[in-house]
């Protein structure tokens, strides 16, 4: 079986921020054009459709590393920012998005809260499963010896190991 480990990411974001955009529960606030997401950042995000982006990431990570807190995403989301002639440091970003955005994709029942973090529902984990058994189709189509053997396929500096039935 197919599932999110077996494609690449940057390929299930973009499919899954598709299908993000088509939900009725998820709206971006009047502000979310203005605002930085953290500290670390110059200026405000220059895509448009970066909220859906941010969700269907959001969406992701919960599917590999849940739970998941806030303080976890605000890490992961984070950046380094020069402080005057002193090195680099970290710093999170906001929360309040992520926050909202997470908030939104539990009234879609696609996430849910538990005391340790938030993690999946049956249904966001359905999600991801159809939606990375749909663009496997599509690798398939281009390459098919990926159907066949355990196929490496190095994107970025990074590999991608596709293996029938193994999951």
Known sequence: MVNAYDVPASKL????????KKLPELEVPEWAH????????ERPPQQPD???VRA???????????PLGLTEFETAYGGSKAVAYNPKHQRDAGSSANRRIL????V????????KGRVLTPK???????????????????NPAITRYGLVIVVRGRDYRW????R
Not at 34 to 41: D, E, F, M
Not at 57 to 66: E, N, Q, V
Not at 103 to 106: D, V
């Open 13 to 20: 974001i973009v499919a899954l921020t598709e299908r993000v």
């Open 34 to 41: 203005y605002v930085k997401t953290g500290s670390h950042a």
């Open 50 to 52: 970066w909220w859906y």
């Open 56 to 66: 269907a990431s959001l969406l992701r990570k919960l599917y590999f590393r849940a």
């Open 103 to 106: 908030k939104q994709l539990e």
């Open 108 to 115: 879609a029942a696609l996430v849910k809260k538990t005391p």
């Open 124 to 142: 966001g984990a359905a999600l991801l499963d159809n939606l990375s058994k749909e663009i496997f189709k599509k690798l398939s189509a281009e």
């Open 163 to 166: 293996r029938k039935g193994l």
